[in-house]
């Protein structure tokens, strides 16, 4: 049981380095194809502010790679669960005030990792 909550962990974790990627470096680029709901015009104006968003993704991610490296388990368990509470309230967040998939993408899978380590 606790590898399939280690393997949710990471699979969040590259998500999260998906999103730094995609907001920091793509978001004029890939960022109108991920974004399609969005003007095309608004990429350009908001590339820093995505860029701020990025980095905070990369900070969660950091976070959860942290987690995994931590050999004691009840600090790896807690520093998993804090990260992850993180990502969670931001899905459930971005899904009431900007898109329900927002849920599906982020707080989802943060969601099944945190159900994972609470069944350990």
């Known amino acids: 049981m606790e590898w399939i909550a ?6 969040v974790a590259m ?13 004029e680029t890939r960022g ?8 095309e015009d608004i990429f ?12 905070y993704n990369g900070f969660l991610s950091a976070g ?8 004691d388990p009840e600090w790896w368990i807690n520093i998993a669960c804090f990260f992850l509470s993180c990502i969670l309230v931001a899905g459930i967040y971005g899904a009431v005030t900007a898109d329900r998939k927002i849920f599906l993408v982020q707080g989802l899978p943060a969601l ?9």
């Open 32 to 39: 109108k194809k991920v974004f399609k709901s969005l003007p």
């Open 44 to 55: 350009t104006p908001t590339k820093v502010m995505a860029a701020n968003q990025g980095l």
């Open 15 to 27: 998500l999260h380095l998906y999103f730094l990627w995609l907001e920091m470096f793509a978001w």
């Open 6 to 11: 280690k393997v949710l962990i990471a699979l």
């Open 64 to 71: 959860l790679i942290w987690s995994l490296l931590i050999s």
């Open 112 to 120: 099944l990792a945190l159900v994972m380590l609470w069944m350990l």
